[in-house]
């Protein structure tokens, strides 16, 4: 049995909203799409490779599921929100006691395994995978699902190093066996 995953990164965002409100940590992650992330979003939609998709699955993060509502309204193809979905966590404490962009800059400089020495506690590329898998895993009695979530997320199911821009799109075929 296999499924055919398509990825689509989240529209493009706002965060003055939430820095108004002087949000950090997770509360960073409140921000919606700007008027342009929504007509990405309006404009992917319409593309022909969404078509056979029987459900679509979000992030619960605002930008990925106002993007993912977006598609959802245009194709009416049916929305569930996966909460293992969510963006890689730079801090797996919980804590934002440093500098977010320090953990991000660690993470890509070691291509996201971590060691003893690391500075920071940012999620590994290994659990963020097996993460990813698992949420996607409980949906492979579909055949094509519709995956809208975070560049860095996406990411697992590509390469590492794939630069995702606003809106793009991935196709990824998974197929399942018994061990899996």
């Not at 296999?2 to 990825?7: A, D, Q």
């Not at 459900?55 to 977006?70: G, K």
């Not at 440093?98 to 060691?115: I, L, N, P, Q, T």
Request: hydrophobic letters at 35%.
């Amino acid at each position: 049995m296999k499924t055919t995953i398509i990825l689509v990164r989240h529209g493009e965002p706002r965060y003055d909203e939430v820095l108004e409100r002087h949000y950090f940590g997770m509360g960073f992650d409140l921000g919606k799409l700007t008027d342009r992330g929504v007509m990405q979003a309006e404009a992917r939609a319409k593309d022909p490779i969404l078509k056979g998709a029987t459900l679509i699955l979000s992030s619960p993060y605002t930008r990925a599921l106002q993007t993912a509502a977006i598609l959802s309204r245009l194709t009416q193809i049916p929305l569930a929100v996966e909460n293992d979905l969510h963006e890689w966590m730079p801090d797996t404490a919980f804590k934002f006691d440093f500098d977010m962009s320090k953990s991000y800059e660690e993470y890509m400089s070691a291509k996201g395994v971590r060691k003893p020495e690391h500075l920071y506690r940012w999620e590994s590329y290994e659990d963020l995978s097996k993460r990813v898998y698992e949420a996607i895993k409980k949906y492979k009695h579909h055949e094509k699902i519709i995956v809208v979530c975070h560049g860095i997320v996406m990411s697992t199911l590509t390469r590492f190093d794939d630069i995702i821009e606003h809106c793009g799109i991935r196709e990824k075929e998974i197929t399942w066996t018994s061990e899996n």
